[in-house]
Nanobody
Framework: QVQLVESGGGLVQVGDSLTLSCAAS????????MAWFRQPPGKDREFVAA????????WYADAVKGRFTISRGSAKNTVYLQMNSLKPEDTAVYYC?????????????????WGQGTQVTVSS
C-alpha cells in the first residue's frame, strides 16, 4: 500500500523559514517524480515544485523561485521543501505527490499518489 505522509507545517511569521517533509512508503520511489502542490483557501490546487527520480532535475513555480528548494533524501523515499522568506500568500495546505514518468510535471492529474496535506499559515 502506497502512502505519502507530509509533516512540518505550522504557523509562522512573514519572512520566516519552514521545511516540509514527505515520507513515501509502500514501494521503492527512487524512480518516481515527486512534487509539492498547495491549495490556498478558496482556490484550486497549484504546482509548487517537483524533483525527478534521480534528483537531478528540479522545477519550480514562478511564485516560489529563489525562495523554495525541493530536494530528495539519500534513500530517495523522502522529499523535502525548504521554504524561505515566507509570505502571507504562501498560506495553503501543502500536498506531496508522486508518480512515474510524469509528462506534465505541473499538472495535479498526472500524479496518482498523494499525501493528506499539511497546513502552512504565514501570519503578517
Amino acid at each position: 500500500q502506497v502512502q505519502l505522509v507530509e509533516s512540518g507545517g505550522g504557523l509562522v511569521q512573514v519572512g520566516d523559514s519552514l521545511t516540509l517533509s514527505c515520507a513515501a512508503s509502500g514501494r521503492t520511489f527512487s524512480s518516481y517524480d515527486m512534487a509539492w502542490f498547495r491549495q490556498p483557501p478558496g482556490k484550486d490546487r497549484e504546482f509548487v515544485a517537483a524533483v525527478s527520480g534521480s534528483g537531478v532535475n528540479r522545477w519550480y513555480a514562478d511564485a516560489v523561485k529563489g525562495r523554495f528548494t525541493i530536494s530528495r533524501g539519500s534513500a530517495k523515499n523522502t522529499v523535502y521543501l525548504q521554504m524561505n522568506s515566507l509570505k502571507p500568500e504562501d498560506t495553503a495546505v501543502y500536498y506531496c505527490a508522486a508518480d512515474l514518468a510524469v509528462r506534465v510535471i505541473t499538472t495535479p492529474i498526472q500524479y496518482d499518489y498523494w499525501g493528506q496535506g499539511t497546513q502552512v499559515t504565514v501570519s503578517s
